[in-house]
C-alpha cells in the first residue's frame, strides 16, 4: 500500500493526467484504508466542480465572438 506521501502525489498527477491501472489500484486500495487522504480527495473533486462553474459561469458572461455590432451615426437635430 503506498504511503499518504505516495497517495497525495498520485491525486495530484490524476488532476493532470489518467492514471494507470496499477496506480488506480494502489490509489484506490490506500483511499479506502485512510480517511484523511479520502478527505483530501473529496476536496480536490469539489474545488475542480467549483472551478468548472466558474470558468463556464464567466464564458457566459461574454459577448459572443465577432465583429463589433455597427453603430446608427445620430443626427444633429435628434435632440
Known amino acids: 500500500m503506498p504511503s499518504c506521501l505516495e497517495a497525495s502525489r498520485l491525486l495530484s498527477r490524476a488532476l493532470d493526467e489518467p492514471l494507470g491501472l496499477l496506480?488506480?489500484?494502489?490509489?484506490?486500495?490506500?483511499?479506502s484504508m485512510c480517511g484523511r487522504c479520502a478527505e483530501v480527495q473529496r476536496q480536490l473533486g469539489t474545488l475542480g466542480e467549483l472551478t468548472r462553474s466558474a470558468i463556464e459561469a464567466d464564458d457566459a458572461d461574454d459577448p459572443p465572438a465577432g465583429p463589433p455590432a455597427p453603430t446608427r451615426p445620430t443626427s444633429p437635430d435628434a435632440s
Open 23 to 31: 496506480d488506480q489500484a494502489l490509489l484506490r486500495v490506500h483511499l
